[in-house]
T-cell receptor, first 113, second 114 residues
Framework: KNEVEQSPQNLTAQEGEFITINCSYS?????LHWLQQHPGGGIVSLFM???GKKKHGRLIATINIQEKHSSLHITASHPRDSAVYIC???????????????FGEGTQLTVNP | DSGVTQTPKHLITATGQRVTLRCSPR?????VYWYQQSLDQGLQFLIQ???????AKGNILERFSAQQFPDLHSELNLSSLELGDSALYFC?????????????FGPGTRLTVL
């Protein structure tokens, strides 16, 4: 079992739909990242969470530390949101694991016009 | 634009060869991270440097090595290349070594080993 699991692996939506991508992890963490990777390959950090909820434009990310679960929501989805969304966790306490990211396999999102 | 630069963008080489990938972090960032993204393994952490010193090591092969120079740029050296080393190599940087810092990713270097 991977330390970080995402679902779904693939998601196709119509423009305007509300989208949810889920991430579950099995290790203690200090923070969780949501990353976006466009077809060209570049990676952009969308959010970093250690508790609660963050919002940026149409994107909302939540984390439940007790349940070891995070969700990324996209409201009013648009074709330009089409990308791979990757959940990554930063290790818990301890020098050697603290800063490294462990990645989920990613969710390929396609938003059709 | 994240402020992290990587060169070259693309690299095509042959098995057995040695290559060097270069990364310049964002101005003021002291930590540099290297990641490998291959088709079969996904994104994996390779190594982290903080202010010139190695801080953490991940799934980095013995054929690979890295260093961070006094001006904080970093190089990842890959030697005795194999077909399986073909991947996207990303560098990321952050301000300090705390585990809750945002990491900013470079555009990546696409390595193709023929």
């Amino acid at each position: 079992k991977n330390e970080v699991e995402q679902s779904p692996q693939n998601l196709t939506a119509q423009e305007g739909e509300f989208i949810t991508i889920n991430c579950s992890y099995s290790v203690g963490i200090s923070a969780l990242h949501w990353l976006q990777q466009h077809p060209g390959g570049g990676i952009v950090s969308l959010f970093m969470l250690s508790s609660g909820k963050k919002k940026h434009g149409r994107l909302i990310a939540t984390i439940n530390i007790q349940e070891k679960h995070s969700s990324l929501h996209i409201t009013a989805s648009h074709p330009r949101d089409s990308a791979v969304y990757i959940c990554a966790v930063m290790g818990g306490k301890g020098e050697t694991s603290g800063s490294r990211l462990t990645f989920g396999e990613g969710t390929q999102l396609t938003v059709n016009p | 634009d994240s402020g992290v630069t990587q060169t070259p963008k693309h690299l095509i080489t042959a098995t057995g060869q040695r290559v060097t990938l270069r990364c310049s972090p964002r101005s003021g960032d002291l930590s540099v991270y290297w990641y490998q993204q291959s088709l079969d393994q996904g994104l994996q952490f390779l190594i982290q440097y903080y202010n010139g010193e190695e801080r953490a090591k991940g799934n980095i092969l013995e054929r690979f090595s890295a260093q961070q120079f006094p001006d904080l740029h970093s190089e990842l050296n890959l030697s005795s290349l194999e077909l399986g080393d073909s991947a996207l190599y990303f560098c990321a940087s952050s301000v300090e070594r705390a585990s809750t810092d945002t990491q900013y990713f470079g555009p990546g270097t696409r390595l193709t080993v023929l």
